[in-house]
């Protein structure tokens, strides 16, 4: 019964070009579809704003042409909730006190969709472009920590300075920022890698892709530590953290039940240990840290709490839809 009912409204467009004569890109739509995202996912970092929007618009257009060749199928329970998030940010456009600058924003949720839709595709069809997109990745960062860490060793201008705040308490730090020029954004942009990178190094089999994998995630902590981001970092040991957990709970499934419920407070209480010491001890991390105490004496903290203090704003002017996607009509408001 479920194969005779009808594709759900939103997908009954595709598969309109299933029964038309295939061409070159019709019969390659993987292999291009691969080579296109394991290029954004290695030059994301490297590229400027106009061969990052290119790539992006391509991603989606080939999915739009991948999805009219392919039949529909469902909608899935993800892909649901991301339609739901369309629809609120289409809706919010569309009572925006600034549309233009809205649509705007929408138009950037709907590429990033696209690259989306198009990976979840691929992924889909060809499960073994799971590793080669990893490895896309992976070496991506460890390209763009090589260029963060050499700024240590290359920056006769002083360039690195220009992050120092004068009126912090972490004032003369020395914060590398690579390819992004922002030290926050490189932070950013790592921590989400360093999970796959312990994975994959972790699951991939032969020593080439191993040390492979353990370089990227060697060089990847130093230059996400030398960011010195202190949101990267929470979410450097929060992320590691977990992973660590987690796969010790799964070495340890043949212990005594009771050593099995311990073993998570150790760890983190073990773990917590080691953060003290290292914080206590080693003066660089001990003084970014007492930044997060200083509250608007130091710069940094103040932005944030500006920032915080206008979403409350927002919430309280437009508390149901608010005021559109993106960031560039919250600037112009507030």
Request: aromatic share 8%; charged share 10%; hydrophobic share 55%.
């Amino acid at each position: 019964m479920n194969a005779l009912a009808p594709p759900p409204f939103l997908l009954r467009w595709q598969g309109l070009l299933a029964q038309q004569r295939v061409g070159w890109l019709g019969r390659h739509l993987e292999l291009v579809a691969g080579l296109m995202l394991c290029a954004l996912m290695a030059w994301l970092p490297q590229l400027t704003r106009g061969g990052l929007t290119l790539l992006i618009t391509a991603s989606g257009l080939l999915w739009v042409l991948w999805a009219l060749r392919t039949r529909p199928g469902s909608v899935g329970a993800i892909n649901g909730w991301l339609l739901v998030v369309l629809a609120v940010a289409v809706v919010a456009t569309g009572f925006s006190p600034v549309p233009l600058a809205a649509f705007k924003g929408l138009m950037k949720l709907v590429s990033y969709l696209g690259v989306y839709a198009l990976m979840h595709q691929l992924l889909r069809q060809a499960p073994i472009w799971w590793d080669r997109l990893t490895a896309a990745l992976l070496a991506g960062s460890l390209l763009t920590s090589v260029l963060g860490i050499r700024q240590l060793y290359g920056d006769a201008g002083g360039a690195l300075a220009r992050w120092s705040d004068a009126n912090s308490v972490a004032r003369g730090t020395v914060r590398i920022y690579s390819s992004l020029d922002n030290p926050n954004l490189l932070g950013g942009y790592l921590l989400p890698i360093l999970p796959l990178a312990a994975v994959a190094l972790l699951r991939w089999t032969g020593w080439p892709r191993r040390l492979f994998a353990l370089v990227a995630l060697t060089l990847g902590l130093v230059a996400l530590v030398l960011t010195y981001s202190r949101g990267a970092w929470m979410g450097m040991v929060a992320s590691l953290g977990l992973l660590g957990l987690a796969l010790a709970l799964q070495a340890t499934r043949s212990w005594p039940p009771l050593w099995r419920r311990l073993l998570p407070i150790l760890l983190l209480g073990g773990g917590a240990l080691v953060l003290v010491v290292l914080v206590t001890q080693v003066e660089p991390l001990r003084v970014r840290v007492l930044s997060l105490v200083a509250g608007r004496e130091d710069s940094s903290n103040n932005f944030r709490m500006n920032v915080w203090m206008s979403v409350l704003q927002m919430i309280r002017d437009r508390p149901w839809i608010g005021i559109g996607p993106g960031n560039t009509i919250f600037n112009l408001i507030y």
